[in-house]
């Protein structure tokens, strides 16, 4: 051990407290700061990360401790870290947390390895104005084919209701209305869409179909949010009256199955909202090819579209391409939890 692992793992800690400030979780920011001067002064934080300091930022490994201790606090297993979040008092948190991980390091250290599945339905509010884009366009039936699914929730976005600024989409009656604020002005578009598919995949899909899954994506939601929480639960009952089938594959070999034969008179959407950051560079060149060679030998009567919404700055971009054609328009910028919806 070396000092340079304490910096690095402190580090990716404090990258994370940043990240948490700047999209609305002050709570899990204060914690994180702790955690990385506890990792710097050798506490119970470093006992349980240590041998992580070359982790990539990007698999948030922050995140990945704060989730499986959540969980513990979820079950009922740390009753005093569950009423500090509910209080959102950072110091009887982190007093709480650091006992937790104290407490359970030895069956925490494996659990870091599990990978954060944050399967946020938010994401919908944006996604929202490229189906119908699609829909609008094609005149079809949409077959959805959504790349690292996580439990598929948002493979139901047609079930949940819209609101922002005087804009309002879906069924009023869905227990999952979505708020968000909307910048400029939507076009005309359907007020119903077909679905005539829905599928997905995931290198490690969650299963919201059971107790346990339910629990693994409660426990990536931020302690401090609790419109996200709200939100999750009314996701999870939405799931479980619409079915979908998401299929434990990668990106790029799933991606070549799927389009591998043309669905004749449906419109068929390929898309994914943050992911392509967790691919590395050749699975991400490769399944991109996958999807460009579908879109060439797309036809009228099996029109293919790819929509993407992706990291760029502190904004997400939402892009849509369509073929026959092939043609690529931003349609929005976009928070990474699905608000505001800039729409451009
Ligand atoms: C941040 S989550 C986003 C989940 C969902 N798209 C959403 O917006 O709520 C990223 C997802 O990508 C999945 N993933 C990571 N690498 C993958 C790969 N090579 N192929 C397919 N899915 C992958 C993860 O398991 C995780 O479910």
């Given amino acids: 051990m070396t000092e340079a692992a304490e910096e690095a793992i402190a580090e990716q800690l404090r990258w994370q407290a940043e990240a948490c400030r700047m999209i609305g979780s002050p709570l899990y920011a204060a914690l994180l700061e702790r955690a990385a001067a506890d990792v710097e002064a050798r506490g119970p934080v470093w006992e349980v990360l240590r041998g992580h300091e070359s982790d990539p930022r990007f698999s948030v490994l922050g995140l990945r401790l704060f989730g499986t201790v959540n969980r513990m606090a979820i079950t009922g297993r740390e009753p005093e870290l ?3 979040y ?3 008092d950072a110091s009887r948190a982190w007093k709480a947390l650091r006992d937790a991980i104290e407490r359970n390091t030895a069956e925490l250290r494996p659990l870091v390895d599990l990978p954060v599945q944050t399967n946020e339905v938010g994401r919908c509010n944006a996604l929202l104005f490229g189906f119908l884009t699609v829909a609008a366009e094609t005149d079809m039936p949409l077959r959805l084919l959504e790349v690292g699914a996580s439990a598929g929730l948002n493979l139901r976005w047609d079930r949940f209701g819209y609101r922002a600024n005087g804009f309002t989409w879906g069924p009023a009656d869905s227990p999952l209305q979505l708020e968000f604020e909307l ?3 939507p076009p005309a578009l359907p007020a119903a869409v077909e ?9 490690n899909p969650v299963d919201a179909s059971t107790p346990e899954g339910r629990l693994t994506l409660l426990s990536y939601v931020w302690p401090d949010q609790p419109e996200r929480i709200a939100r999750m639960r009314a996701a999870l009952t939405v ?5 979908v089938t998401i299929e434990r594959e990668t990106a790029a ?7 591998a034969e043309a669905a004749s008179g449906q419109a068929t959407v390929l898309y994914h909202s943050i992911v392509s950051q967790y691919l590395s560079d050749d699975e991400r060149e490769t399944f991109f090819g ?3 060679t579908a879109g060439e030998r797309a036809s009228a009567d099996a029109p293919l579209a790819w929509l993407k919404m992706e990291p760029v700055d502190d904004r997400a971009d939402l892009e849509l391409t369509l073929w026959p054609g092939g043609e690529t328009h931003r349609i929005a910028r976009v928070g990474y939890h699905g608000s505001p919806v800039e729409l451009l």
């Fill in 195 to 203: 679905v005539a598919e829905r599928r997905g995949c995931d290198a």
């Fill in 290 to 292: 996958h999807v460009t």
């Fill in 239 to 243: 799931a479980e009256r619409v079915p």
């Fill in 86 to 88: 509910e209080a959102r």
């Fill in 82 to 84: 569950a009423a500090a």
């Fill in 183 to 185: 910048e400029g002005t």
């Fill in 253 to 259: 070999a799933w991606t070549e199955r799927m389009l």
